[in-house]
């Protein structure tokens, strides 16, 4: 183990140096820490990949990927002790040694060997990431004659932990409904950049996109757009629970963590389609495209109806069975009180549990549902407005407006995501939300002490699908912008630079080009700021 005075030294002596290290490593998102050393690796057909016990998928997926980029076929060996002749990559596991932590790794390239080690398997596949953004772009899938190719892999020693621990992308999959090959991609996308949890938004106005085995009409009926508006079949659907198991699987492989949210008790026309006894008024509704509709329906699920709470527990029940998740999403925002205030039943609830007011009756909704999460070993998470009327005492709070929710929970004691609207919506337009603006955000609140701070989770960002409906849009909106909130939650704060992102995401950009992603060339980024484009 390296010396804490040592590993401060080698951090300002990098810092120092920093322009050639720039040139050389365009890595995203930054590492903790780094320093460049003198020479290169030269990897070619006769390198041996090396994995110890526990390691041995991480060295064929490392082998896999480095033959899928450069046509090599890298020989794989699962025993250190082994001797090789000429040079090699060895990966082990050194669990309980401390730092790095639980998803931090270390990698040292020299001119003979590489050497990657990990408390746990996560850092094994980020450590995998790094490496593959030292592979030199021009050479990229040249599978030409590739029994003679030598890749030159620059000497550095890097030492990398995440700044957060939550580091997500949320996709709206209820107003428009994705395929598994879409979200698949866009886990290994995201993986690409050390992000780990993709929040999946599976019911809304626009459908109800998860099969629930006790209610199977919340399929039948509620993934359908009403045929008047002759929507088209791509952009509507659901996914079985085999075909959720499949990318809950997926993106394990990935360290990705699908989050489920199933929203209540607003944004919920998809389920009152099928169930209007559970709303205040009793319908009749139908599904409408996002547009065709109000952007916030008056009608939501009655607060004051016991069927309504046997409905969500035999839903979430299902839920927490299907998703390995130790969050569940329950969604909570922008729920009108306007049906509530003139419901009989939500009047006596209110006056039975001496609620103040629907506020109150909202808050009351949301600790009944977090209490049944809890029963189940799981976290309630939701948007801002669940801490309306008073928190539940263990919910956690994603926070996409202004921050005051985020700040108010977390001095309160409460976990938090940050995902504000200002920063974190990629479905807002590149002019309103830069990859620079993006890039300039830091999710702790300047409000916060440093103890109050510890819980701030990480920071999200998040898709709305009712304007981009289509992949090639989809692509446009996220990328660039995805490598900045990459960076953000993983690289400390005081690493970061303007300058030297914009030059990092101009060389990746050649990557995400080669993988078929059809990114934005967002001014912010590939414009001078001097230049009149860039005002």
């Not at 450590?127 to 000497?155: F, G, M, S």
């Amino acid at each position: 183990m390296q010396h804490p005075l040592f590993l401060t030294l080698l951090f300002l002596l990098f810092h120092l140096h920093w322009p050639a290290t720039l040139s050389a490593l365009p890595l995203i998102p930054q590492p903790m820490q780094m320093k460049l050393g003198e020479g290169s690796f030269p990897l070619s057909s006769t390198t041996v990949v090396l994995g110890s016990q526990g390691t041995e998928d991480y060295a064929k997926y490392l082998a896999d990927l480095l033959s899928s980029l450069t046509g090599m076929e890298p020989k794989t060996i699962h025993a250190l002790e082994k001797a090789v002749e000429g040079n090699y990559i060895a990966l082990w596991l050194t669990p309980g040694k401390g730092a790095p932590g639980r998803e931090g790794y270390t990698l040292s390239v020299t001119k003979n060997r590489i050497l990657i080690s990990a408390p746990a398997s996560a850092g094994l596949f980020y450590a995998i990431q790094t490496l593959r953004q030292l592979l030199p772009l021009e050479n990229e899938k040249q599978r030409i004659d590739a029994a003679q190719a030598v890749w030159n892999l620059p000497c550095v020693e890097i030492e990398d932990n995440p700044r957060f621990e939550w580091r997500g992308l949320m996709l709206d999959c209820s107003r428009t409904f994705w395929s598994k090959a879409f979200i698949k991609r866009k886990i290994r996308l995201m993986s690409r950049y050390k992000m780990n949890i993709l929040h999946l938004h599976l019911t809304d106005d626009q459908g109800w996109r998860l099969q629930i085995r006790s209610h199977p009409r919340l399929t039948e009926i509620g993934s359908r757009f009403a045929s008047k508006y002759e929507e088209p079949s791509q952009r509507q659907g659901y996914y079985t629970q085999e075909d959720m198991r499949e990318i809950i699987a997926y993106g394990a492989r990935y360290h990705v963590t699908i989050v489920p949210e199933i929203e209540m008790p607003g944004h919920s026309t998809a389920a009152l389609a099928v169930y209007p006894h559970l709303s205040c008024k009793g319908g009749p509704f139908e599904i409408f495209p996002f547009f065709k509709g109000p952007g916030i329906t008056k009608d939501i699920l009655c607060g004051g109806n016991e069927k309504t709470f046997q409905f969500l527990e035999e839903v979430l029940n299902e839920v927490v069975e299907l998703f390995p998740s130790r969050f569940i999403h329950i969604g909570g925002d922008e729920a009108p009180k306007d049906r509530w205030s003139q419901c009989p039943k939500c009047q006596i609830r209110i006056k039975s549990e001496g609620l103040k007011d629907e506020q109150e009756l909202q808050s009351y909704f949301i600790k009944r549902v977090e209490k049944f999460l809890h029963s189940k070993s799981r976290r309630l998470i939701g948007w801002s407005e669940i801490t309306e009327g008073g928190l539940a005492p263990r919910a956690t709070v994603m926070s996409w407006r202004k921050g005051a929710s985020g700040i108010a929970a977390a001095r309160a004691g409460h976990d938090v995501v940050m995902s504000l609207n200002s920063h974190c919506y990629f479905n807002f337009p590149y002019k309103r939300t830069s990859t620079m603006k993006v890039y300039s955000y830091n999710p702790i609140p300047a409000e916060l002490t440093e103890e109050q701070a510890k819980h701030i989770l990480g920071v999200q960002a998040n898709f709305w699908s009712n304007i981009d409906r289509e992949e090639a849009g989809v692509d446009r909106q996220v990328f660039p912008r995805l490598l900045a909130i990459a960076e953000v939650a993983w690289a400390p704060k005081d690493q970061r630079d303007e300058t030297r992102f914009r030059h990092r995401v101009k060389i990746d950009s050649g990557r995400l080009k080669r993988l078929g992603v059809r990114y934005y060339p967002d001014p912010s980024i590939w414009v001078s700021d001097s230049s009149p484009a860039a005002k």
